[in-house]
C-alpha cells in the first residue's frame, strides 16, 4: 500500500488562494485590459477571502486547544502548522498587505499595465512569507522564504526607469541571495548534527537527548541567526537596508519592509524559542549582542540623515534590536504585538512619505517636510502619531510594545540590555522629534498637497490602530496570549 499523507485544506487554503489571486490579476490583465481599479478589486477580493479562512483557522485552533487534540495543529505529515503563532502572524501578513496595497495605490496606477505585475508580486510575495510563518519543516521554511523574497527583489526595481531603483534591487538581490546561502548551510548542520529537518522534531531530539558534542548544532544555529538577520534588517547584516528603503518605489516601501520583518521574526522566535531552547544559555547572549548593536547603531546613524527614507531604514534597524530582546526575553506575544504595531505604523509613515516625495520616486529629503503642517495638516498630523508611536511614548501601542519586550528580558535576567535598550530609545526619539519639528516650526512657500482617499483611509487605520492599542493594550493583548506556538 501506497501511504499518502492527510490533506488539510483548511491548513493552506489561505495561500491558495493569495497564489491563485495573484494568477487571476495577471489573467485578467491579459484577456480584458481592464482600468486598474478593477484589478485592484480582484487583488482586495483574493486578501479578503484569505483573512476570512485564516479567522476561520483560528476558530478552528481554539476548539482543537480547547479539546485537547493539538494532533490537529499539524498537517501535510507535520509540514505545516496551523497554531495560534502561525495563524496570528498570517493575519498580520494580510493586514500589512491590505494596507500596504492601499498605500501603494498611486504606485500601481503609474504602472499602467504593468500595475498587474506589481500586484501579483505583492501577493506572490505575502503567499511566501504566509508559507514561512506556518512551516513547520525548516526546508519548507526555506521555500516560503525565497518566494516572498524574489517577489520582493522583483517589486523594488519595478519602475525600470529609475537607477536608484534598479540599485535597489541589484542590491536587495545580491546581498539577500547570499543571505539565503548562509541560512540553508546552517540548516544543512542542523539536519547533519540532529538528523531531523522539522522544528517540532527537533525539539523533540534535543529535549529527550543529551548531545555530548554540540558544535555544530551550535554552528548551524548562528548560521540560521545570521541569514534571518539579513531578513530582518538586524545589524552588522543591516548594510543593504538603507539603499533599497531610499531606491526602491515609496509606495511600496513600507509593506516590503513590514512583511519581512513580521516573516524574518516569527521564524526566529518558532526556531530558537521552540526547537532549539534547550541551547538557550549558549544562543541568547550572542542574540543580546545583536540587539545591543542593532538599536545603538541604528538611533545614532539614524540622527546624521539628511534623507526621511534612509531615517526610516536606520530606525528599522533599531527596532529589529527592539525585537530583538523579546527573544532574548523567551516570550512569544510581546514579539508579536510589537510586530504588528511596528508593521502598521511602517506602512502608514511610508504612506506619508509617497504622498510627499511621489509614489514612484527614488528619495525623500528631509527638506521636503518643511512647512508639511501648513500644506497639509492631515499628513503632517498623521506622521507626528505614527513617529510618536515608533519612538514609544506612552498612550501609544509602541510604548506598550517596548515595555513588554523590555520586561520580558529584564525578568529573564537580562537587566543590562533592558538598559542599553532604554538609552537607545531616547537616542530614537532625538530624530524623530527632528522631522516633527520641521514639519511644524520651519516654513516653507510650496503647494498645498492633495491627498487621496486611499491614503487618509490606510493613515486613518493606522493612527487610529496606534492609539487604541496604546490606551487600551488589551485590545491586542488578550488575542497574541493566545497566539502560542506549540
Same mark, same amino acid.
Given at each position: 500500500?501506497?501511504?499518502?499523507?492527510?490533506?488539510?485544506?483548511?491548513?493552506?487554503?489561505?495561500? /491558495?488562494?493569495?497564489?491563485?489571486?495573484?494568477?487571476?490579476?495577471?489573467?485578467?490583465?491579459?484577456?480584458?485590459? @481592464?482600468?486598474?481599479?478593477?484589478?485592484?478589486?480582484?487583488?482586495?477580493?483574493?486578501?479578503?477571502?484569505?483573512?476570512?479562512?485564516? $479567522?476561520?483557522?483560528?476558530?478552528?485552533?481554539?476548539?482543537? $486547544?480547547?479539546?485537547?487534540?493539538?494532533?490537529?495543529?499539524?498537517?501535510? +505529515?507535520?509540514? *505545516?502548522?496551523?497554531?495560534?503563532?502561525? *495563524?496570528?502572524?498570517?493575519?498580520? /501578513?494580510?493586514?500589512?498587505?491590505?494596507?500596504?496595497?492601499?498605500?501603494?495605490?498611486?504606485?500601481?496606477?503609474?504602472?499602467?499595465?504593468?500595475?498587474?505585475?506589481?500586484?501579483?508580486?505583492?501577493?506572490?510575495?505575502?503567499?511566501?512569507?504566509? *508559507?514561512?510563518?506556518?512551516?513547520?519543516?525548516?526546508?519548507?521554511?526555506?521555500?516560503?522564504?525565497?518566494?516572498?523574497?524574489?517577489?520582493?527583489?522583483?517589486?523594488?526595481?519595478?519602475?525600470?526607469?529609475?537607477? #536608484?531603483?534598479?540599485?535597489?534591487?541589484?542590491?536587495?538581490?545580491?546581498?539577500?541571495?547570499?543571505?539565503?546561502?548562509?541560512?540553508?548551510?546552517?540548516?544543512?548542520?542542523?539536519?547533519?548534527?540532529?538528523?531531523?529537518?522539522?522544528?517540532?522534531?527537533?525539539?523533540?531530539?534535543?529535549?529527550?537527548?543529551?548531545?555530548?558534542? @554540540?558544535?555544530?548544532?551550535?554552528?548551524?544555529?548562528?548560521?540560521?541567526?545570521?541569514?534571518?538577520?539579513? #531578513?530582518? =534588517?538586524?545589524? @552588522? !547584516?543591516?548594510?543593504?537596508?538603507?539603499?533599497?528603503?531610499?531606491?526602491?518605489?515609496?509606495?511600496?516601501?513600507?509593506?516590503?519592509?513590514?512583511?519581512?520583518?513580521?516573516?524574518? !521574526?516569527?521564524?526566529?522566535?518558532?526556531?530558537?524559542?521552540?526547537?532549539?531552547?534547550?541551547?538557550?544559555?549558549?544562543?541568547? @547572549?550572542?542574540?543580546?549582542?545583536?540587539?545591543?548593536? +542593532?538599536?545603538?547603531?541604528?538611533?545614532?546613524?539614524?540622527?546624521?540623515?539628511?534623507?526621511?527614507?534612509?531615517?526610516?531604514?536606520?530606525?528599522?534597524?533599531?527596532?529589529?534590536?527592539?525585537?530583538?530582546?523579546?527573544?532574548?526575553?523567551?516570550?512569544?506575544?510581546?514579539?508579536? !504585538?510589537?510586530?504588528?504595531?511596528?508593521?502598521?505604523?511602517?506602512?502608514?509613515?511610508?504612506?506619508?512619505?509617497?504622498?510627499?516625495?511621489?509614489? =514612484?520616486?527614488?528619495?525623500?529629503?528631509?527638506?521636503?517636510?518643511?512647512?508639511?503642517?501648513?500644506?497639509?495638516?492631515?499628513?503632517?498630523?498623521?506622521?507626528?502619531?505614527?513617529?510618536?508611536?515608533?519612538?514609544?511614548?506612552?498612550?501609544?501601542?509602541?510604548?506598550?510594545?517596548?515595555?513588554?519586550? !523590555?520586561?520580558?528580558?529584564?525578568?529573564?535576567?537580562?537587566?543590562?540590555?533592558?538598559?542599553?535598550?532604554?538609552?537607545?530609545?531616547?537616542?530614537?526619539?532625538?530624530?524623530?522629534?527632528? *522631522?516633527?519639528?520641521?514639519?511644524?516650526?520651519?516654513?516653507?512657500?510650496?503647494?498645498?498637497?492633495?491627498?487621496?482617499?486611499?491614503?487618509?483611509?490606510? /493613515?486613518?487605520?493606522?493612527?487610529?490602530?496606534?492609539?487604541?492599542?496604546?490606551?487600551?493594550?488589551?485590545?491586542?493583548?488578550?488575542?497574541?496570549?493566545?497566539?502560542?506556538?506549540?
Amino acid at each position: 500500500m501506497i501511504l499518502t499523507p492527510e490533506v488539510s485544506w483548511l491548513a493552506i487554503l489561505p495561500d /491558495l488562494v493569495l497564489a491563485l489571486g495573484a494568477a487571476a490579476v495577471l489573467l485578467v490583465e491579459v484577456q480584458w485590459h @481592464p482600468v486598474t481599479r478593477v484589478l485592484a478589486w480582484v487583488a482586495g477580493g483574493s486578501i479578503a477571502i484569505a483573512a476570512g479562512i485564516t $479567522v476561520l483557522q483560528w476558530l478552528a485552533a481554539s476548539d482543537a $486547544v480547547a479539546a485537547g487534540d493539538l494532533g490537529s495543529l499539524t498537517a501535510f +505529515s507535520g509540514m *505545516i502548522l496551523m497554531d495560534g503563532f502561525a *495563524i496570528f502572524g498570517r493575519l498580520a /501578513l494580510l493586514a500589512t498587505t491590505a494596507l500596504g496595497v492601499a498605500a501603494g495605490w498611486q504606485f500601481f496606477k503609474d504602472l499602467g499595465r504593468r500595475g498587474a505585475e506589481g500586484l501579483a508580486l505583492v501577493l506572490l510575495a505575502t503567499t511566501g512569507f504566509s *508559507i514561512m510563518v506556518a512551516s513547520n519543516n525548516l526546508v519548507m521554511l526555506f521555500l516560503g522564504l525565497e518566494v516572498g523574497s524574489i517577489a520582493l527583489y522583483v517589486l523594488a526595481g519595478l519602475t525600470r526607469e529609475d537607477r #536608484k531603483a534598479d540599485e535597489a534591487a541589484i542590491k536587495y538581490f545580491l546581498m539577500g541571495s547570499f543571505a539565503s546561502a548562509i541560512f540553508i548551510y546552517g540548516v544543512a548542520l542542523m539536519y547533519a548534527g540532529t538528523r531531523q529537518l522539522t522544528i517540532l522534531g527537533l525539539g523533540d531530539f534535543l529535549s529527550g537527548f543529551i548531545v555530548s558534542s @554540540p558544535g555544530v548544532i551550535l554552528i548551524g544555529i548562528g548560521l540560521i541567526v545570521v541569514g534571518l538577520g539579513f #531578513k530582518v =534588517s538586524a545589524a @552588522p !547584516f543591516h548594510t543593504w537596508a538603507p539603499d533599497v528603503y531610499q531606491g526602491a518605489p515609496a509606495g511600496i516601501v513600507g509593506y516590503m519592509a513590514g512583511v519581512a520583518k513580521i516573516a524574518g !521574526f516569527a521564524a526566529i522566535s518558532r526556531i530558537l524559542l521552540t526547537a532549539v531552547d534547550d541551547f538557550e544559555a549558549s544562543f541568547l @547572549p550572542a542574540i543580546a549582542g545583536i540587539a545591543v548593536l +542593532s538599536m545603538l547603531l541604528g538611533s545614532v546613524l539614524a540622527l546624521v540623515q539628511s534623507d526621511v527614507r534612509r531615517m526610516l531604514a536606520y530606525s528599522g534597524v533599531a527596532h529589529a534590536g527592539f525585537i530583538m530582546t523579546g527573544v532574548v526575553g523567551t516570550s512569544t506575544d510581546g514579539i508579536l !504585538f510589537y510586530l504588528l504595531a511596528y508593521a502598521i505604523q511602517l506602512v502608514g509613515a511610508f504612506a506619508v512619505v509617497a504622498a510627499v516625495s511621489g509614489s =514612484s520616486g527614488s528619495g525623500s529629503a528631509l527638506s521636503e517636510y518643511r512647512g508639511l503642517s501648513r500644506r497639509s495638516p492631515v499628513l503632517a498630523g498623521s506622521l507626528t502619531v505614527l513617529l510618536l508611536g515608533m519612538a514609544g511614548l506612552p498612550l501609544t501601542s509602541g510604548f506598550v510594545a517596548k515595555f513588554g519586550v !523590555f520586561a520580558d528580558a529584564w525578568f529573564n535576567g537580562y537587566e543590562w540590555l533592558v538598559i542599553v535598550a532604554v538609552l537607545a530609545s531616547v537616542i530614537a526619539f532625538a530624530f524623530y522629534l527632528r *522631522i516633527i519639528v520641521i514639519m511644524y516650526m520651519e516654513d516653507d512657500e510650496s503647494a498645498l498637497i492633495e491627498v487621496p482617499g486611499v491614503v487618509r483611509l490606510v /493613515l486613518g487605520i493606522a493612527v487610529v490602530a496606534t492609539l487604541v492599542w496604546g490606551i487600551i493594550p488589551s485590545s491586542l493583548l488578550d488575542v497574541v496570549a493566545d497566539a502560542l506556538p506549540l
